[in-house]
């Protein structure tokens, strides 16, 4: 006879990311809407509206010459914080609406759970890069292919982070309002407290100490100094270990504790 | 109670089983039962005894405070159904119901042909491709039974899972799950479809008050409370007195205006053709009946008396 303590209790095996991944895809596939918004308009807007009219503002400043050049790796990171909003959506559903039992009955382990459900964010984020890319092309902007191609992949692992924090904190988050609240006040202060638009280095001292516990700001800064610099500083360090702690944390978050939480609503 | 009989093979053992909950209050205590392969139980109880509770801690949804849950193969497949919907929303109605299947690692054809053939049985074939959010309550519930039931699961943990359903598509779901029972599964169905669960049911676990109360076969809960039938008789005219005396041995009850109504205890060792041979031409019966308690009776009669015992 087996003990049933935690159906999902499989250690570090990655049993069930398939399914886990594929349910996932099909459920971004069902947003079309979302996606093409998300894909499309979201950087058009961050780079050929917001960027484009801000740079006018920054002409002949100390930190750049071509300012379009110099914010693109901050949209590129700025992108990573919709995984952050997506995972925590899904998973809050999965809460809610006891799909995660479902899952860990069936055998999915947490890290099956983890790494399926950032799949469908890392495909959404590759090709919102793609727009990115080619909308900065279009607008005078020139990289090298290994620091884009190395920038990629950081984008990709900031991506990891903020879908395995969105798990973890998942786990606090008793109804659809909260969730609401928090990917509110986790996204627009990290966005706008991180050197996206500005240089750090300009900015008054109080948002120069947020910066520095702000996940966003290494991240921006790391890809900043790869794609321009061609150079990998020790935000880039610090942006994966950040990394390394959050995603075992989430998947203990899924794979312990009640997989059900208390109330209903998408 | 019993929690299993010699030679049955056994699928799930609970163990002194509790959840307390936050605020204190323990949803079900010292819950103890092995249930075999291919029985369909029926857990009974009223509102907030504690059924959900011991359903969501079957599946793994909230973790138990105390005792053990055990399960006789770690390979057996389980199948949770809960009373509040559980549906993916952002998936339409095959895909909910093919999410059973891919979960499990079954290959795409099979798939796609049990999905079918679920969504045929279930009556969702038109709604297929609909988005899950504009079917009704029922609608719903029935993909969740049919995503349940795609698996094949060896184990179903069923929460009400007929209560947004129409007759038909309830004695529909029973049905079906009582087939995958037949061929092995265990299926644990908490419901107050009292009607259903004693026409598809082989044993019931009474909870009352955070305890379980009784696990035993339909048959014997149903005679736990009066262990005779009943039989009731309708003559023509009042009865006599040479009638009344032959079925004195019965301990008659002569009811009706007429006194025309015989209602008497019936161990299961008299058949109704051995009444009605003792009548031998001293009354026309014109309606002859056996009745036996129903669940309903049982159920009622049971929980009254509990009831009336806590209160002193």
Known sequence: ?266 | MFTHREGDDIALTIQGLGKRYPNDVWGIRHATAAFSKGRTVAVLGPNGAGKSTLIHMLAGAIQQTEGAITIADPNLRIGWSSQRTTIDWYLNTRQNIELGGRLYGLDRTTIRNRATELLARFHLSDLAETDVSMLSGGQQQRVQVARTLMSNPDIMLLDEPTAALDVESSADVLRLIRERTREGALALISSHDLGLLEQFCDDVLFVLNQRVMVHQSMAAFLRSVSPADEIVLSFAEPISAELEARLGHLSPHIEGDYRNRLRAALSPQISLADVLNLIDGTGMVIEASRERASLRDVYLQLTAKENLRCNH
């Not at chain 1, 890392?122 to 191609?149: E, K, N, Y």
């Not at chain 1, 992949?153 to 606090?172: P, Q």
């Not at chain 1, 638009?197 to 947020?210: D, K, M, S, V």
């Open chain 1, 1 to 266: 006879m087996q003990s049933l303590v935690t159906p999902s209790a499989g250690g570090w095996r990655l049993h069930g990311f398939r399914p886990t991944a594929e349910i996932e895809i099909v459920a971004l596939l069902s947003e079309k809407k979302t996606l093409i918004s998300s894909l499309l308009l979201e950087p058009v807007v961050q780079l050929v509206i917001l960027a484009a009219g801000l740079q006018g503002a920054f002409q002949g400043a100390a930190f750049t010459d071509h300012y379009i050049t110099w914010v693109f790796p901050g949209l590129v990171a700025l992108q990573t914080l919709r995984a952050f909003s997506r995972t925590m959506y899904r998973t809050v559903l999965d809460r809610q609406w006891g799909m995660l039992t479902i899952k860990r009955l069936a055998g999915v382990t947490g890290t099956g759970y983890t790494l399926g459900k950032i799949v469908p964010s890392a495909i959404a984020l590759s090709l919102q890069l793609c727009t990115l890319f080619l909308l900065v092309l279009v607008m005078g902007a020139r990289f090298a292919i290994v620091p884009v191609i190395g920038t990629v992949a950081m984008a990709i692992i900031a991506a990891i982070f903020w879908s395995a924090l969105a798990i973890i904190i998942t786990g606090f988050v008793r109804d659809y309002i909260v969730r609401d609240m928090v990917v509110t006040w986790v996204m627009l202060p990290l966005s706008m407290a991180a050197p996206i638009f500005y240089p750090i280095e300009t900015a008054p001292t109080y948002l120069q100490w947020i910066a520095r516990i702000n996940p966003l700001a290494y991240q921006v800064d790391a890809m900043r100094n790869l794609l321009l610099y061609g150079q990998f500083q020790v935000t880039g360090i610090v942006m994966m270990i950040l990394t390394l702690i959050v995603l075992p944390l989430a998947v203990r978050s899924v794979s312990h504790g009640d997989a059900l939480s208390s109330q209903g609503g998408r």
